[in-house]
């Protein structure tokens, strides 16, 4: 059964960054594509960053293009979302999920398993 444990929420002010990170346990954590989605309050839950198996290749919102970066280390199992210029539209629950393809997508419905999320707020 895979786990997913995120990390490095917290209240920031606006133009400030944070990193998240994301331990995977109980899948051959290379094998499989991670992403990061959030839920701000009242709102469906969207995409922010995917990355592919082996972290060639990352895919992002436009809403978050230029100022989050998505990184994986294989060797640690972790994930990362390295997020810059942080603006108050960026609160939310922050989520990071995986598999069972190799290949990021943009779609919730790829991914098979989750995390319990870290909260990140931005203040004005």
């Known amino acids: 059964q895979v786990q997913l444990v995120e990390s490095g929420g917290g209240l920031v002010q606006a133009g400030g960054r944070l990193r998240l990170s994301c331990v995977a346990s109980g899948r051959t954590f290379s094998d499989y594509a991670m992403t990061w989605f959030r839920q701000a309050p009242g709102k469906e839950r969207e995409f922010v960053a995917a990355i592919n198996w082996s972290g060639t290749n990352q895919y992002y919102a436009d809403s978050v293009k230029g100022r989050f970066t998505i990184s994986r280390d294989n060797a640690k199992n972790t994930v990362y979302l390295q997020m810059n210029n942080l603006k108050p539209e960026d609160t939310a629950v922050y989520y990071c999920?995986?598999?069972?393809?190799?290949?990021?997508?943009?779609?919730?419905?790829?991914?098979?398993?989750w995390g319990q999320g870290t909260q990140v707020a931005v203040s004005s």
């Open positions: 999920g995986t598999g069972p393809r190799p290949y990021g997508t943009r779609w919730a419905g790829d991914y098979d398993s």
